[in-house]
């Protein structure tokens, strides 16, 4: 671990990867913070899946940063996460610990193991449309122009990427304030877990079960009922969304409402694992775990960190 100085633990939904990034952080005298992107949300608890009893191990808590850090219905950004987590990750090597990051929301890892230029920009729409009209070459060679001293030429392959960092570039131009948290090397040890898909698919199936008996719908309809509309529930995705339609009468049956939001998260586990392929093919390096039940996955995680 000597090249590192943290670690991360991905995947896609349902496959345990809270469980073995907390025991990681217990392991190696860690801290977790949370790259889910509803676990942010406070009351967002069943459907978002936070689990917070196993944020323990043998009955020492481990302790962690970004969930339960904002209200609804306020929107939290890529930008937001990204500046959150650096505060957070700061903190934690500021006393002697070794930050883990655990979730599944490729963007926000992306942000941080890629290390997205993220900045709050002024709208200025006629200029993003010009930008998106001009050819990807012409915009790489008058970034490059700009920013002869680029470092991750990788970049100028990324149209998105590059428009942004034109964007910036105009915004200062303008006297706008770009500035941001001040931004820690990250040099992240990635660990990867999934499991083949009937046992995933198996995973996702008992756990929507659980949540449904365990009280989701009423969740949704207690968050309703304190003042977030059916649009701003619908946003969240998943669960919240189709709970949302249930409670509409969108959805006739509460077989309905387990069969629609079965097939979205497998979906939307399928979306996770092809981001997480995207990243690998623009040269992040992942050390996939074997598919195993969930200890000894946990020991292949400490085997890897201790070699």
């Known amino acids: 671990m000597k090249d590192y100085n943290c670690v991360v633990i991905l995947g896609p939904t349902a496959v345990g990867k809270t469980s073995i990034g ?16 509803r676990q942010t949300y406070r009351h967002l608890d069943i459907g978002s899946g936070k689990d917070l009893d196993e ?49 599944g929301t490729g963007m926000y890892l992306d942000a941080i193991i890629r290390d997205y230029q993220l900045v709050n920009l002024p709208e200025n729409p006629e200029l ?9 070459e012409e915009l790489a060679a008058r970034l490059l122009e700009l920013q002869p001293d680029l470092h991750v030429k990788a970049d100028l392959q990324e149209k998105d990427r590059v428009i942004k960092a034109l964007e910036i570039i105009e915004a200062k131009k303008a006297g706008y304030d770009t500035t941001s948290v001040d931004r ?18 198996e995973n996702i199936s008992i756990r929507l079960k ?18 977030i509309s059916w649009e701003r529930l619908e946003k969240l995705g998943l669960e919240y969304r189709y709970c949302s339609f249930f409670l509409q009468n ?19 586990a399928k979306r996770q694992e092809t981001w997480f392929r995207m990243m690998e093919k623009k040269g992040v390096k992942i050390t996939w775990l074997d598919p195993a039940p969930k200890e000894e996955r946990i020991n292949q995680a400490y085997n890897l960190l201790l070699r």
């Open 210 to 227: 659980e949540r449904l008996d365990n009280g989701m719908l009423d969740e949704v309809q207690s968050i309703h009922d304190s003042g």
């Open 128 to 136: 993003h449309k010009k930008l998106e009209e001009t050819p990807l």
């Open 22 to 37: 907390v025991s990681v952080a217990h392991k190696f005298n860690g801290e977790v913070i949370s790259a889910d992107s």
């Open 250 to 268: 969108k959805i006739t049956s509460k077989e309905d409402l387990y069969n629609q939001l079965f097939i979205a998260i497998r979906q939307f």
């Open 55 to 103: 944020y323990q191990v043998d009955g020492v808590p481990v302790p962690y940063h970004l969930i339960d850090i904002i209200d609804l219905p306020a929107e939290y950004t890529v930008y937001n996460y990204q500046q959150d987590f650096y505060k957070a990750f700061k903190d934690i090597q500021s006393r002697g610990k070794l930050p883990v990051v655990i979730g």
């Open 184 to 201: 820690p090397e990250i040099k992240p040890f990635i660990i990867g877990t999934t499991l083949p898909r009937p046992q995933l698919w």
